[in-house]
């Protein structure tokens, strides 16, 4: 396990997709997930290593994509990070900071899942009873 800015836990293939993301790695990112791994990102869908490879590629690494990560909850075996995101793509009409949502599946020491969402509540990410369940 990993800690992140709140103090909250971060699982440790969750730290290492954040880190992998944030030092542009694109070998060690997709070290992180399983072969058959689905990825939804903004509503676009990726399914295996060569499709995430792709994905990963152009819209992470290509966009030199970082996340600072605000909150961590854990919720029904999954965990949920709130992060800043931040790179070199088209930020006209998005808020500053821009703040997304990514919902992690893990199993056998891989990600399976990931679905990253822009987080348009306008609200705090997590409750304060959430939160705890850390």
């Given at each position: 396990m990993a800690s992140h800015s709140s103090g909250s836990i971060l699982p440790h293939r969750v730290a290492q997709f954040i880190e992998a993301t944030n030092a542009g790695d694109l070998s060690?990112?997709?070290?992180?997930?399983?072969?058959?791994?689905i990825v939804n990102d903004q509503l676009q869908q990726?399914?295996?290593?060569?499709e995430l490879s792709k994905w990963a590629a152009r819209d992470v690494i290509g966009q030199q994509l970082s996340l600072r990560p605000t909150h961590c909850i854990r919720h029904y075996?999954?965990?949920v990070v709130a992060a800043h995101a931040d790179g070199n793509f088209d930020k006209r009409g998005l808020p500053d900071p821009l703040e997304v949502l990514l919902y992690f599946t893990l199993a056998e020491d891989k990600i399976v899942q990931l679905i990253i969402l822009r987080d348009r509540s306008g609200t705090s990410p997590f409750d304060a009873s959430l939160r705890s369940s850390a």
């Open positions: 060690r990112l997709l070290e992180i997930f399983a072969a058959d791994s990726w399914r295996g290593l060569a075996g999954h965990c």
